[in-house]
């Protein structure tokens, strides 16, 4: 029997050294991730793109994949705005587009990622300021976010990309510190692999926080491609028993579907093989 349901990423255009696997309409990618094996579709886009939900929920009706999760990393990459930013018109906007994701998440019945979204803390500032910033506008994004029945995400992400939650304790003891309602721990084999000093205590700690799970291996191509020990973590992952997603988000070498296909195959080669503690 199988784990949990495994997806992965998409965008309807990403440049090659996205980590992004399959590029094109997202009802083809649902039919492409169908015949490919997974059960859900990561969905990379902006916040103002404009879907034909009839459609796509059609679509995925009828292929057996879902839209695992909205991805809102574009809003700060490509739109310049950030939930930290000194700026109440910058800070304004990132909240008013998190909005826009939040009704997308709900007409697709789904769930929103918060990455680079939270944006970065200037360099030789006292951080208090920036982290009371983002508590107030995270509680107000997860709030309405819950009154849709949308989960909010916050992915965890390597020192060398952003310095807000770089650990996984650093992220559990904010959302523990200002108890914000509705929002979960999203955490990334490849950004673990770098920050965490053990990455099997780390997602044993989340417990029921743990609402997301990137999976790739350490030189961010597909798993099983590099040196991550993928089986202790999937056993981690089954001690706290999280029912989530596996999405793979990894570099599309040689080619998105070979690497999907290369990722699932190993994946599950890795089942038969968890083990937990007791």
Known sequence: MQAWSYALSSAHYAPATAPILLRGDVCLNLKTAAALGYQGLELHTREDVQLDYDTIIGTSADCGVSVAAVVTGWLNTQGGVSLVDDRPYISHA????????????ARLKTNVIIGWIKGLIPEGTDPQPYLERLAGNLTMICTEAREQGVKIFV??????????????????????SWEIPNCYIH?????MNIGESNP??????????LGYFHVADNTRLYPGSGIIDFRSYFSALKEIGYKGFVSVECLPYPDGETAARRALEYLKQCEPEIRTEG
């Open 94 to 105: 990132a909240i008013e587009g998190m909005r826009n994701y939040i009704k997308m998440a």
């Open 155 to 176: 992915e965890v992400i390597n020192r060398y990309e952003t310095n807000i939650f770089t650990t996984v304790r650093e992220a559990m003891d904010f959302l523990g």
């Open 187 to 191: 955490l990334d084999t490849f950004h």
């Open 200 to 209: 099997v205590e780390a997602i044993r700690s989340c417990g029921e926080r």
